[in-house]
């Protein structure tokens, strides 16, 4: 059973998406058990992700909008929105699957097109979203389902895993080359030496 989207936290969230803020922001949402609904839980403005994890519960997921400035290789300044799914590794099982069940009502209500799952709430950190949203920024048409913990390992193939792993790299080093990104490159490495693409894995949706 999946939750739905509250109709205050649409709101909120439509006056979010044209706020004129250049400023990092992020909305924090949770699924309300009585309701068995996604409520609004709280917002912060000009902190950093790794600032951001800090009022994250460790043992209970969270959903996050979160836009920040992207610098791209051709000097273009964007101000992308992401989604992430914080699923901590000790939740309740129960609240796990409700929240894994609600990611994809979620998208579509608050209609975010791109999303990054993560299993522990220290990998949160800036580095880590640049790294995987220039991962991401690079390869198309990939299965949705793959945005969901532990179905890359049931859509993609062993050598289609490490094929996805070598472009991410090549793709991090390139953009360091030309960008002089350190930090996304030092995310991207720590991901493919641990071979978990499922842990923090993100696809278009």
Sequence with gaps: MSCEVDTSLEILFKKFRVRKSRLPAVIIARCDLLTKKIVFEEAYE?????????????????????TFLFKHEDGRISQPLVFIYVSPFGCKPELQTLYSTSVRPCLESLKLAKCFTVREIEEISDDWLMGMFI?????VNLPAPCA????????????????????????????RKRLQVAPALDAMQRLCAKNMVHRSYAAEV
């Design 135 to 139: 991962f991401t920024s690079n390869i």
């Design 148 to 175: 969901y913990p532990g179905f890359v390992c049931k859509f993609l193939s062993p050598l289609m895993v490490i094929v996805l792993l070598t472009h991410a790299k090549e793709t991090v080093v390139a953009f």
């Design 46 to 66: 000009e902190k950093s992700l790794n600032e951001i994890k800090d009022y994250l519960p460790e043992r209970e997921p969270r959903f996050l909008a979160y």
